[in-house]
Structure formats: C-alpha cells, structure tokens
C-alpha cells in the first residue's frame, strides 16, 4: 500500500518551532517531488513549500520565507518542514504530497500538485 504519513504536528506558543515529518511506505520518495500544503478553516489549501526529487532545489511560499526549511533524509525515506519563528497565521492543517513530474517544484505548490497525500497534521499556534 502506497502511503504518506505526517508526524510532529501539534500545539506551540507564537515564535516557537516544530518539526513535521513526513513518511512515506510503499515507494521511495527520493524518485519524487515533494511538497507540503496547508489548509486553514475557511481558506484554500495552499503550497507552503516544495522540494526537487532531482537537484533539492526548493521554493517557499513568501509567507514562510525565512521561516520555514523544507528538506530531506533519503536514509529514512523522510521529508520534513522544519518551522521556526511560528505565528498564529500558521495554524492549519498541514498536507505532504508527492508527485513524479512537474514542470517545477515552484508549479508543484502553486497548482497544488500531489499524486499521494498524507491525511494532515494539525498545527496550531497560540498562546
């Protein structure tokens, strides 16, 4: 069974961090273009920031610029966000993806492409 799964989600004061983590079973996630999503209630999920299967190259949604830090273990066929600096406008629900082809990992968040979803992790960020 082909699976992605989020881990690290959970609740932190404002300028705190986390770490997600997503996993993956069933297929190696080096051969894929990751990303990672967010959807907050009453909003569109949006691309919060993608990672090259080919040359790491990565983007970042100008929200978390600075902030956030996508990028892999291929030895724990892991991908992670790590998020500092948090601030309530983070709270959501966060989504991995994976997809094989995308004309760029900045498409990949964009348009919102994933061939595999994780079933969401919620963070939230409040004092």
């Known amino acids: 069974q082909l699976q992605l799964v989020e881990s690290g989600g959970g609740l932190v004061q404002p300028g705190g961090s986390l770490r997600l983590s997503c996993a993956a079973s069933g297929f190696t996630l080096d051969a894929y273009h990751i990303g990672w999503f967010r959807q907050a209630p009453g909003k569109e999920r949006e691309g919060v920031s993608c990672?090259?299967?080919?040359?790491?190259?990565?983007y970042y949604a100008d929200s978390v610029k600075g902030r956030f830090t996508i990028f892999r273990d291929n030895a724990k066929n892991t991908v992670y966000l790590q998020m500092n600096s948090l601030k309530p406008e983070d709270t959501a629900v966060y989504y991995c993806?994976?997809?094989?082809?995308?004309?760029?990992?900045?498409?990949?968040?964009?348009?919102?492409?994933?061939?595999?979803w994780g079933q969401g992790n919620q963070v939230t960020v409040s004092s």
């Open positions: 990672i090259s299967s080919s040359d790491d190259s990565t």
């Open positions: 993806a994976a997809v094989r082809i995308t004309p760029s990992v900045r498409a990949m968040c964009v348009m919102r492409l994933g061939t595999y």
